[in-house]
């Protein structure tokens, strides 16, 4: 333990030294992304879709993307290129800790030109483990060191909930999870040896990081938990101080204040900016200290080395500069303020329940959807498939093993068969029903129903005819939503009756989204951006957005006003809806707004 702060508090005190390096060095990290990097990845990304034929990749036409040699090859050097600018972002960070350790003077420019003499090793089939290791393990199990470009790659929600809808699916995704954290403990060293080993290759970087964290496996879990458990509670408390006088006068003097409001905003962004930049060196300067047994002078003799470019110091003396920052301060603040004004709304988003409300009831069981229509859901999503006679039973997946525990596939039986057979699901307990009969339930609840149709390639050449006579039998054709990942099937359902509302779902979304005839499009929240949410405006189509479980994911899309959220958490989904009213106090519109920072 003493260990473990002795270099928590010199990695610290490093940093507090002069923060202005790191924040100055951040910034210039973040400059070269917006007008280097970003631009270079998009254009790379644009003309591999071009050299395809395409305008968007979805998962239904990947294949094509993946048919064209030159987008294959266009896309071989995005991620290549990609890779590199990791390296230099992360390796920025281990240079500069590497050069205090070593008391070395050196400038911004020694660091980049140190990083470029190593930049020939990308030239060799081992980038290949950096770059899985940079777009796979370091963002699916983050231990400390991270990339601003890959901060956003995570397992899609909706791959998580299905897993752990099952024991044995929790096992395994906690055991994969646990043998992810562990190798990128493994391999937190490896940019630190690269970049600091002068003829040191990526490979051998890698193995010297897996021999060195063997040795210092509990050092390193204790030092990077402290550092972030320190942080976390450090930006907490700062955040919590700086809305103290805010809250005070709202809740005693009851006077409503945007202009100081605004400002108080503008302070907390700071905060979260500064506290940004200093991170991740942090984090760098305590990798530093255990790969060399903190072997480091004194406290109380830490001094800086790093030279600043002449301009910045320039800038630093000149008055233009200051008023520069005044004026930056105040045009924030007044943005703040504007944005404090427009944050609530009334929403019109509506609230789906996933397989009824399947976080109280057996999913797509017809005690699920009286769950949800209790809740106040807005929809019942349910998946229907054509039996072997041609009837349609309520049930998600191609086969009995997982809720029934027996074999036997969907199409292969007829309807009295399947009707009625027990099913569960951890707690849970129900059977399954006929379509009929939950359509029937639906209609004495008065809830409406987005209707799934899972084709598993055994269905009859009229099933979409059969379907859409069955709703307009029931007197709900143009009442109910229906989806599909089957773009044909949907097409068929048109061609037949185009007056029935439709939804084509999206399993991916990347670029332009397709020239499709249906009204509403289903975009799995993993690629769901507000530039698709203008590309559907522009259409004139609505956006369905699939699974939504956490709050604050929900706060996001309910405030992007989406015209859907499918969620299982129907209770929590109805709430975040319904709170955002005329009448939140300014510190309630300032949580709003941290939750996106």
């Known amino acids: 333990m003493g260990k473990t702060i002795e270099i928590v508090r010199m990695s610290v005190r490093?940093?507090?030294?002069?923060?202005?390096?790191?924040?100055?060095?951040f910034m210039i990290l973040q400059l070269l992304q917006w007008i280097v990097a970003i631009p270079i990845l998009s254009f790379l990304f644009h003309r591999a879709l071009s050299a395809a034929g395409m305008q968007g990749i979805t998962d239904g036409n990947i294949g094509q993307l993946?048919?064209?040699?030159?987008?294959?090859?266009?896309?071989?050097?995005?991620?290549?290129?990609?890779?590199?600018?990791?390296y230099y972002e992360l390796g920025f960070y281990f240079l500069l800790a590497d050069f205090q350790r070593k008391q070395q003077t050196f400038t911004y420019r020694t660091i980049f030109k140190q990083l470029n003499k190593k930049s020939k090793y990308f030239l060799s089939v081992h980038t290949l483990l950096f770059s899985l290791y940079f777009m796979l393990i370091v963002p699916v199990a983050t231990v400390g060191v991270n990339s601003s470009f890959t901060e956003q790659l995570k397992v899609p929600d909706f791959?998580?909930?299905?897993?752990?809808?099952?024991?044995?699916?929790?096992?395994?995704?906690?055991?994969?999870?646990?043998?992810?954290?562990?190798?990128?403990?493994?391999?937190?060293?490896?940019?630190?040896?690269?970049?600091?080993?002068?003829?040191?290759?990526?490979l051998q970087a890698m193995k010297q990081s897996w021999q060195l964290s063997r040795k210092n496996m509990w050092l390193l879990v204790s030092v990077l938990g402290g550092i972030i458990i320190s942080f976390t509670l450090t930006m907490t408390v700062l955040t919590t101080l700086i809305l103290v006088p805010l809250v005070v006068i709202e809740s005693t003097i009851k006077l409503s204040m945007p202009i100081f409001a605004g400002i108080t905003l503008t302070f907390i962004q700071i905060l979260f900016f500064c506290g940004g930049a200093v991170l991740q060196p942090l984090l760098a300067e305590a990798l530093t200290s255990i790969s060399h047994k903190v072997e480091q002078q004194p406290l109380k003799q830490l001094e800086r080395h790093l030279v600043r470019p002449k301009i910045l110091g320039w800038l630093a003396d000149h008055k233009l500069l200051q008023a520069g920052l005044?004026?930056?301060?105040?045009?924030?603040?007044?943005?703040?303020?504007?944005?404090?004004?427009?944050?609530?709304?009334?929403p019109t988003t509506q609230i789906v329940a996933h397989r009824g409300y399947a976080n109280k009831a057996l999913e797509n069981s017809i005690t699920a959807m009286e769950k949800a229509a209790e809740a106040g859901a807005d929809f019942v999503e349910m998946d229907i498939q054509q039996t072997k006679d041609g009837k349609f039973v309520v049930y998600h997946d191609a086969t009995l093993s997982r809720l029934?525990?027996?074999?036997?596939?969907?199409?292969?039986?007829?309807?009295?068969?399947?009707?009625?057979?027990?099913?569960?699901?951890?707690?849970?307990?129900?059977?399954?029903?006929?379509?009929?009969?939950?359509?029937?339930?639906?209609?004495?609840?008065?809830?409406?129903?987005?209707?799934?149709?899972?084709?598993?390639?055994?269905?009859?050449?009229?099933?979409?005819?059969?379907?859409?006579?069955?709703l307009r039998a029931k007197g709900v054709a143009n009442d109910y939503i229906i989806h599909s990942l089957d773009r044909a099937s949907l097409e068929r359902v048109l061609a037949y009756d185009p007056t029935i509302t439709t939804s084509y779902i999206l399993a991916m979304s990347i670029g332009r989204l397709p020239d499709v005839p249906m009204p509403y499009l289903g975009i799995e929240e993993f690629w769901m951006t507000s530039d698709l949410l203008k590309?559907?405006?522009?259409?004139?189509?609505?956006?369905?957005?699939?699974?939504?479980?956490?709050?604050?994911?929900?706060?996001?899309?309910?405030?992007?006003?989406?015209?859907?959220?499918?969620?299982?958490?129907?209770?929590?989904?109805?709430?975040?809806?319904?709170?955002?009213?005329?009448?939140?106090?300014?510190?309630?519109?300032?949580?709003?707004?941290?939750?996106?920072?």
């Open 535 to 597: 590309q559907a405006d522009e259409q004139g189509k609505g956006i369905m957005v699939w699974t939504v479980n956490k709050e604050n994911l929900l706060h996001k899309y309910v405030r992007m006003n989406t015209f859907s959220l499918i969620t299982n958490n129907v209770d929590k989904a109805i709430e975040v809806r319904d709170s955002y009213d005329k009448q939140k106090t300014l510190y309630e519109r300032i949580q709003i707004i941290i939750e996106r920072l």
């Open 66 to 86: 993946l048919h064209s040699p030159l987008a294959i090859i266009l896309l071989v050097v995005l991620v290549l290129l990609l890779t590199i600018f990791i």
């Open 326 to 346: 005044v004026l930056g301060f105040i045009v924030l603040c007044v943005s703040n303020y504007i944005t404090l004004q427009q944050t609530v709304y009334q």
């Open 14 to 25: 490093r940093i507090i030294t002069d923060p202005r390096d790191y924040i100055i060095g």
């Open 404 to 470: 029934a525990g027996r074999s036997g596939h969907i199409y292969n039986m007829n309807l009295d068969e399947l009707v009625g057979i027990p099913i569960k699901n951890n707690q849970f307990k129900d059977e399954i029903p006929s379509f009929e009969a939950y359509v029937d339930r639906a209609k004495e609840l008065k809830i409406k129903l987005l209707v799934e149709i899972k084709t598993h390639g055994h269905e009859t050449q009229d099933m979409e005819e059969q379907l859409v006579d069955l």
């Open 159 to 202: 791959i998580v909930d299905e897993v752990m809808t099952t024991t044995s699916g929790q096992i395994l995704w906690i055991g994969l999870m646990a043998l992810l954290f562990y190798i990128n403990l493994r391999l937190i060293f490896s940019i630190m040896f690269f970049v600091t080993g002068k003829d040191t290759t990526i």
